[in-house]
């Protein structure tokens, strides 16, 4: 009885250490301005995300299958006539969950040529009567030709956001709080400062990019797939995406056991 007590805490106190050496890393890379320590970080993580997408690509739930497929075929597609993902950085964040919904029968002149809402956040919202779907711990693996992968996981979700810093903007506190006083101000604004910093530093190695109306921090590169739309026999789908200067739809049909993109629609201008 008191080995299965003591065996877990050994276990939660070593990934503890862990990630405490992740941090210690990567701040003392930033600190130094050291290539080697940032580049063994950042191999270290590239490491990582390669073993989870591994167990990922070993699953047989169909789900999740055709929702890799797509994803694979996206990028295959897209990802790799975009700038951004190529040349600018070493590495692409993405996320570890992906939304998704099913429709019985998908048209695409219902979504291409009608109107379509926004949520209270500001995304879109094609189907406010389908339930919404989350794949978690989703791993998928890119093409080799793109920047290596980097799985944002909650730990390194945590990790980004504390090396960065509490997110705050200067404006928006200055107008909820207009009796703050000017030393609460001046911390807000070094801190802001110093956060600057850090993403410049982090853009180096990264295709990061973040949401300054967001209260905390959101870690992904572009193209970003925000969600996908299935008809019920994974016949057709949707991908609603965001690139670096626009956002769109992406069309595709499953022909002979793959996925093809058959239609891009620009529809968003991202500022």
């Known amino acids: 009885m008191k080995k299965s007590v003591i065996v877990p805490f050994f276990i939660l106190l070593l990934q503890h250490s862990y990630g405490q ?3 210690n890393i990567l701040l003392n890379a930033y600190q130094t301005n050291s290539t080697t320590k940032a580049n063994q970080f950042f191999t270290n993580w590239n490491l990582e995300s390669k073993q989870l997408i591994a167990r990922f690509n070993s699953s047989t739930n169909d789900t999740a299958i055709n929702i890799h ?3 694979q075929s996206f990028y295959d597609s ?3 006539r975009e700038s951004e993902t190529k040349d600018i950085a ?3 964040l993405i996320p570890d969950t992906i939304t998704y919904q099913f429709i019985d029968t998908l048209i695409k002149e219902q979504f291409f040529d009608g109107s379509f809402l926004f949520t209270a956040q500001g995304s879109l919202n094609y189907l406010p009567e389908n339930k919404i779907y989350t794949l978690h711990s989703f791993y998928p693996q890119l093409n080799p030709g793109l920047a290596k992968t980097l799985s944002i996981t909650k730990s390194y979700n945590d990790l980004l956001s504390n090396f960065l810093g509490h997110k705050k903007n200067y404006d928006y506190y200055k107008e909820k709080y207009p009796n703050a006083s000017l030393k609460t101000i001046t911390l807000i604004t ?9 993403r410049e530093f982090l853009s180096k190695y990264l295709h990061l990019q973040y949401e300054d109306y967001e209260a905390s921090w959101q870690f992904y590169s572009v193209p970003f797939i925000s969600k996908i739309i299935f008809d019920k026999d994974f016949k057709t789908a949707l991908i609603d995406y965001q690139s670096k200067e626009i956002g769109g739809l992406a069309y595709f049909k499953k022909i002979s056991g793959n996925w093809h993109l058959i239609e891009l629609k620009g529809m968003i201008i991202i500022d």
């Open 190 to 198: 070094k801190s802001q400062k110093e956060s600057r910093k850090r």
């Open 69 to 71: 497929n797509i994803f």
């Open 90 to 92: 070493k590495y692409f």
């Open 21 to 23: 050496k992740r941090e």
């Open 78 to 80: 897209i990802g790799s």
